[in-house]
């Protein structure tokens, strides 16, 4: 079975500028859980996910810090403690964004979609054809196959 046989078609995107309150909006009535953000010329440029949106409500994680001679020494966590108040701060899209996404092309195999989500912990991919997206497939995308292969 291919992605394009079960992906979703009707993809709502956000643009870079959009405010962080009108995602949520957009997440929250639509049910969905993550949402392609997009440049003037609709080329993918990232994704914004309800755990992206908690960061505005979680308290960053402190870095691990050793006390020497009056000096602090961080060990751990520094750049996690950065993402977090990068994200805590943030006011749109393109700032609280995950640049890095992946995706799959829609002839591509649902297998494939689904290792990419199982190893890299990830919930939805855009679907993209000749740079544009024509499509999202979800793990609940990926479930109902289940169903159908029986």
Do not use: C, W
Not at 47 to 63: C, F, Q, R, T, Y
Not at 65 to 79: D, H, M, T
């Amino acid at each position: 079975m291919k992605v394009k046989e079960v992906m979703q078609t009707k993809v709502i995107t956000v643009s870079i500028d959009m405010e962080i309150r009108e995602i949520a909006k957009i997440l929250y009535e639509n049910n969905i859980s993550g949402v392609p953000v997009v440049d003037e010329a609709g080329n993918l440029v990232g994704i914004v996910s309800e755990g992206d949106l908690l960061h505005k409500k979680a308290n960053p994680k402190l870095p691990g810090v050793v006390s020497i001679l009056g000096e602090f020494i961080y060990y751990a966590g520094v750049k996690q403690y950065e993402y977090d108040l990068k994200k805590l701060f943030a006011l749109k899209a393109s700032e609280i964004m995950t640049p890095d996404v992946f995706t799959v092309g829609p002839a591509a195999p649902i297998e494939e979609a689904a290792s990419l989500m199982v190893d890299h912990e990830i919930k939805r991919l855009p679907v993209l054809e000749d740079g544009k997206i024509v499509g999202i497939i979800s793990r609940m995308d990926i479930m109902k196959t289940l169903i159908i292969d029986e």
